[in-house]
């Protein structure tokens, strides 16, 4: 089935751009989904479809998505936003559609 | 409003069973597809299984298939886990999400309940 990677942890100064990625092969041709979740929480969608954001979401997350690698942004990074970072595809041609990357735990220093 | 909450969670020996019951509300049940997500203590995501609005489609993670069973209500706006054979790695924070559109986004997501498998 299909493989998520990404890197366990970011730290990132507050007001410093955060980058977190997510491999996977030709993930490019795959739309990505990323889900911040905080401790204690469920998961919230912050970015869909390699670069929408829902409402109430701030611009300061984006997303991109080419290759063999995609990429959550965060701008002027808040301490906030200190949570864990899910990537997330459907593979529709499998019967294991659904699969979440292994998680980024991202630390506002 | 859209709400998802769950159900059913508890302790339970290995090898026992357990349903987990998931009530939506704030949209038309019928109309979705959903899914169960699991987070065991400490660690990450895990999709657990999927259904279709109409219940036709179903798809199940290796490490549950051929224990757990999925299922839906449309007329109780109720989507269910039917837990069988538990085991220890069983042993997670059990979420229902809806599932959006083709590219199988999950918009909203449950507050989660907790099942521990333990003796």
């Known amino acids: 089935s299909y493989v998520l990677t990404q890197p366990p942890s970011v730290s990132v100064a507050p007001g410093q751009t955060a980058r977190i990625t997510c491999g996977g092969n030709?993930?490019?041709?795959?739309?990505v989904h990323w889900y911040q979740q905080k401790p204690g929480q469920a998961p919230v969608l912050v970015v869909y479809d390699d670069s929408d954001r829902p409402s109430g979401i701030p611009e300061r997350f984006s997303g991109s998505n080419s290759g063999n690698t995609a990429t959550l942004t965060i701008s002027r990074v808040e301490a906030g936003d200190e949570a864990d970072y899910y990537c997330q595809v459907w593979d529709s041609s499998s019967d294991h559609p659904k699969v979440f990357g292994g998680g980024t735990k991202l630390t506002v220093l | 409003e859209v709400q998802l909450v769950e159900s059913g969670g508890g302790l339970v020996q290995p090898g026992g069973s357990l349903r987990l019951s998931c009530a939506a509300s704030?949209?038309?049940?019928?109309?979705?597809?959903m899914n169960w997500v699991r987070q065991a203590p400490g660690k990450g995501l895990e999709w657990v299984s999927y259904?279709?609005?109409?219940?036709?489609?179903?798809y199940y993670a290796d490490s549950v298939k051929g224990r757990f069973t999925i299922s839906r209500d449309n007329a109780k706006n109720s989507l269910y886990l039917q837990m069988n054979s538990l085991r220890a790695e069983d042993t997670a924070v059990y979420y229902c999400?809806?599932?959006?559109?083709?590219?199988?986004?999950?918009?909203?997501w449950g507050q989660g309940t907790l099942v521990t498998v333990s003796s």
């Open positions: 999400a809806r599932h959006k559109g083709g590219s199988g986004l999950n918009d909203y």
């Open positions: 259904i279709s609005s109409s219940g036709s489609t179903i």
């Open positions: 704030g949209f038309t049940f019928s109309s979705y597809e």
């Open positions: 030709n993930i490019g041709s795959k739309s």
